[in-house]
T-cell receptor
Framework: GAGVSQSPSNKVTEKGKDVELRCDPISGHTALYWYRQRLGQGLEFLIYFQGNSAPDKSGLPSDRFSAERTGESVSTLTIQRTQQEDSAVYLC????????????FGPGTRLLVL | AQKITQTQPGMFVQEKEAVTLDCTYD???????LFWYKQPSSGEMIFLIYQGSYDEQNATEGRYSLNFQKARKSANLVISASQLGDSAMYFC????????????FGRGTSLIVHP
C-alpha cells in the first residue's frame, strides 16, 4: 500500500504569510506525529494525534502553529504569520497504534520563509 | 525529561568494514524504547532498529545491531559490512513506553562510507 505522503514537497513564502502543510498517513494508522527539522539538526516534536483523543500539542513552539486531524485521516499543519526562523523541513509520521515501535515517515515539506 | 546525546557529528568508514555510532540517553522513565533511524540525502526517515528497555537481548536487524548497555544508558548502533549506500545521517531516538509516547531525537551522526 501507499506510504505516508506530504504536500507540498517544497514551499517558498514571504514573511508574514500563512502556510498550510498536508499529511496523508498510511490508511488505518491511528497515530500521527508532526516534527520540525531545522538544517543540520535532529527532529523536534511538534504535535501528536491518537485516534479521536485530544491531541498532544506540547511541542508547538508558539500560538502561530496549529494542526488539525479529522478522525484517522488527513492532517494539516498551519503556520500563521510565518517568520524566517520557521524555515525548516516539516516531517509527518504515522504508526498503526499508540505504542507501536515503528513510525513511518513521509518525505517532508521543505519550507523556506523569505 | 528525556535527552539523547550523539557525540559524533561525523564518521568515516571503509566499505565492508564495521562501524559503531554512539548514542547515550537520559530518562527517568522505567520503561522506554530506543530507536535508530537513517536519513539519506533525499530526506526520508527510515526506521532501522528498535530496543525495548526490558529486552535482555540486543536487537539485530540484518547488518544492524544495537549494543544496549542499560546501566551505562547507551544504545550504540553497529553497522557491519558497510556499503556505499549506508552513507547518510543516523538518528538515535527514545520514547517512553507509556504516557505521552512522545519521542526525543538526537542531533544525528553523518556517516560517510569510502570505497
Amino acid at each position: 500500500g501507499a506510504g505516508v505522503s506530504q504536500s507540498p514537497s517544497n514551499k517558498v513564502t514571504e514573511k508574514g504569510k500563512d502556510v498550510e502543510l498536508r499529511c496523508d498517513p498510511i490508511s488505518g494508522h491511528t497515530a500521527l506525529y508532526w516534527y520540525r527539522q531545522r538544517l543540520g539538526q535532529g527532529l523536534e516534536f511538534l504535535i501528536y494525534f491518537q485516534g479521536n483523543s485530544a491531541p498532544d500539542k506540547s511541542g508547538l513552539p508558539s500560538d502561530r502553529f496549529s494542526a488539525e486531524r479529522t478522525g484517522e485521516s488527513v492532517s494539516t499543519l498551519t503556520i500563521q504569520r510565518t517568520q524566517q526562523e520557521d524555515s525548516a523541513v516539516y516531517l509527518c509520521a504515522s504508526s498503526d497504534r499508540r505504542g507501536s515501535q515503528t513510525q513511518y515517515f513521509g518525505p517532508g515539506t521543505r519550507l523556506l520563509v523569505l | 525529561a528525556q535527552k539523547i546525546t550523539q557525540t559524533q557529528p561525523g564518521m568515516f568508514v571503509q566499505e565492508k568494514e564495521a562501524v559503531t555510532l554512539d548514542c547515550t540517553y537520559d530518562t527517568s522513565d522505567q520503561s522506554y524504547g530506543l530507536f535508530w533511524y537513517k536519513q539519506p540525502s533525499s530526506g526520508e526517515m527510515i526506521f532501522l532498529i528498535y530496543q525495548g528497555s526490558y529486552d535482555e537481548q540486543n536487537a539485530t536487524e540484518g547488518r544492524y545491531s544495537l549494543n544496549f548497555q542499560k546501566a551505562r544508558k547507551s544504545a550504540n548502533l553497529v553497522i557491519s559490512a558497510s556499503q556505499l549506500g549506508d552513507s547518510a545521517m543516523y538518528f538515535c531516538a527514545m520514547r517512553p513506553s507509556g504516557g505521552s509516547y512522545i519521542p526525543t531525537f538526537g542531533r544525528g551522526t553523518s556517516l560517510i562510507v569510502h570505497p
